[in-house]
């Protein structure tokens, strides 16, 4: 029983490994893989070959610039601080002379604010209008 357990529990060496013909192996490699080539739907193949054609590239629609009346004005998109602005002067209903700084705000025509130490900076009428932020910086 000793000597069965000694020879099971012994390290054995590997067995040595035959070397491959690297013809042979060559060519169990080709026989494993497919010889079909992937084929295309027939809408992916109609487009590839309109992209392999030459001279089909043209479009049909001329560009912009090449138009020699634009029927339509260019597109303007605002920023997103512009949006923002344009949201407050509504939500103000301030007028364009009002934003330009012609013409006073209702609230402060014919009236100055003198700074007097502590004591607000603004009159009550705009603290309902401040934002969260400046309405806690304000106090």
Known sequence: M??????????????????VDPVGKKLFISMCQRKE???????DHSITMSYEKKGTHRSSIPHLRKQSQQLIPPLQVLSKENV????????????????????????????????????????????????????????
Request: avoid cysteine; glycine fraction near 2%.
């Open 37 to 43: 080539k992937q084929r295309f739907s027939e809408y």
């Open 84 to 139: 923002a602005m344009a949201d407050f002067v509504v939500d103000m209903t301030l007028t364009k002379d009002q934003l330009r700084g012609r013409i006073m705000s209702r609230f402060t025509q014919g009236r100055q604010k003198t700074i007097v130490l502590k004591e607000p900076l603004m009159w009550p009428e705009f603290l309902k209008m401040l934002p969260m932020r400046m309405y806690e910086l304000h106090q």
């Open 2 to 19: 000793r000597k069965n357990v000694r020879d099971f529990l012994t390290p054995r060496k590997p067995e040595p490994k035959q070397l």
